[in-house]
């Protein structure tokens, strides 16, 4: 892990999913300075749209006030929380484990919140140890998209029977685990996603126009510098939104009489619930 001492304003945030873990958790905050932790709570019928955060909530002074309901969980998990607060900020985020779209666009939301640390924003950790495989993946994902800091943790020796106690005890050695840039979509790309993934919802076709006009009553920025011409507008969207979104598979194309709908695939709906976050504010 980084262990680098902070500039004054910047503080060390750390994302970690609250498992069945405590040792996992809480001793790597201790050790390494962690100023704010959100705990990732699992929460398989929350209602709320993949990838959101209540801030709020989860910053609320009141616990009674955060999304998360401290009976729901293991008595270790209760204790987890509150070795956790003894050390830093803990704020409590309702998040659907087992659902890696989820867990990547909450935790690549958060790093939208704090900024990078290069930016003069704060350092953002990700642990990777300590909630199901499917959390551990969707968080070092939304780390990699980031730029931010994922780690593993060691056990010193393992348990069983999670219902009842932690399934590990003590902390051996954090690791740092390799990081590999990714390509997350423009805002323009999770914009035009979103208005597909709306149409759809509302049983209603697209076509490469209706998707300019749309564009051009929004300013979206790829339309600013393309000129007038219906050419020119048709360039600017395949080039800078379509073309690639359709090589990653999120977008597919159906030729329909003289022009083309416009389809989102399921994966094209993860990927915009994962980077919603990109439209914040507008």
Known sequence: MDTSVPSVAERRVHVVPLGYERDRIVEPLRRHGADVVYLLADAPDRDAPRGTV????????????????????TDYQRDAWTAAASVAEVRP????????????????????????????????????STGPRIA????????????????????????????EEPLTEGVARTVDLPLYPMDAPTADQVAVLGRLHERAEEEMTTDKWNL???????????????????????????THVLGPLRERGYVELEDVGRSDTVHITQTGRRVFYAFRHKLDGE
Do not use: Q
């Open 54 to 73: 209540d801030f709020a909530a989860a910053t609320a002074d009141d616990p009674a006030d955060a999304l998360v309901d401290p009976d729901r969980l």
């Open 136 to 163: 551990a993946v969707g968080v070092a994902m939304a780390c990699m998209i980031v730029g931010a800091r994922p780690y593993s943790v060691e056990p010193e020796t393992h348990r069983h029977a999670v219902e």
């Open 212 to 238: 300019i006009e749309w564009a051009r009553d929004r300013d979206r920025a790829f339309l600013r510098d393309a000129g007038e011409s219906r050419t020119a507008k048709y360039r600017a969207l395949e």
């Open 93 to 128: 985020i309702p998040v659907e484990l087992a659902d890696v779209y989820d867990v990547l666009g909450v935790t690549t939301t958060v790093a939208a919140r704090h900024a990078p640390a290069e930016d003069g924003g704060d350092r953002l950790f990700g642990n990777v």
